[in-house]
């Protein structure tokens, strides 16, 4: 896959924003985004809902989409569409701890089909998903953020714009690195 670039971007590199801890920047290649992180800064996962945002180095695995509200076509990676009844494990017990269930489920999780517009577009990251364990958190995406970048709850997110900007760089040996 040829762009602006040449190749498939290797490495998309995470920081904190000097001074704040909840706030980062993305960079690719020669260019820098503005990112919302975790809560609680860029750390060690201690446990489920501690808002932080994990370092470490992640394979993209695939995109999530509301086809209903996004159009997309070109992403380097698997696309997976996100309807209603679409949800994510959160309960560290659970047998489907951080993978996708479908509602209503026992245990508890996170709805995909949120009214926000946070998760239409929501790129899943090998964050505690091929080696789970229940202190490593759950639904930590690299997904949309809002408008003020506001933290989130341990995940990445960017603009829609800049989102729709990199997924066609984007691909399977891409690397999210979160320092």
């Not at 820098?32 to 201690?46: D, E």
């Not at 080696?131 to 953020?145: D, E, K, P, Q, V």
């Not at 970048?149 to 999210?176: F, K, N, V």
Request: with cysteine; proline share 6%.
């Amino acid at each position: 896959m040829q762009n602006y670039y040449g190749s498939v971007v290797k490495f998309l590199t995470v920081t904190t924003w000097p001074g704040h801890k909840d706030q980062g920047l993305l960079r690719v290649g020669n260019r820098t985004l503005r990112c919302a992180l975790g809560r609680s800064g860029i750390g060690i996962k201690r446990g489920e809902g501690d808002g932080i945002t994990p370092r470490g180095r992640f394979h993209l695995l695939s995109v999530m989409v509301r086809p209903e509200r996004v159009s997309l076509r070109n992403a380097g990676i698997g696309l997976l569409s996100i309807a209603p009844g679409d949800g994510w494990c959160d309960a560290p017990g659970d047998r489907n701890y951080n993978q996708p269930v479908r509602l209503p489920y026992p245990a508890s999780c996170e709805n995909l089909a949120r009214d926000d517009h946070l998760y239409d577009i929501a790129v899943i990251m090998d964050i505690n998903i091929t080696r789970r364990m229940t202190i490593g958190g759950s639904a930590i995406f690299f997904h949309l953020a809002h408008d003020d970048y506001r933290p989130t709850e341990g995940c990445i997110a960017i603009s829609r714009h800049d989102m729709l900007w990199l997924l066609p760089l984007i691909g399977p040996q891409t690397m999210m690195v979160i320092t």
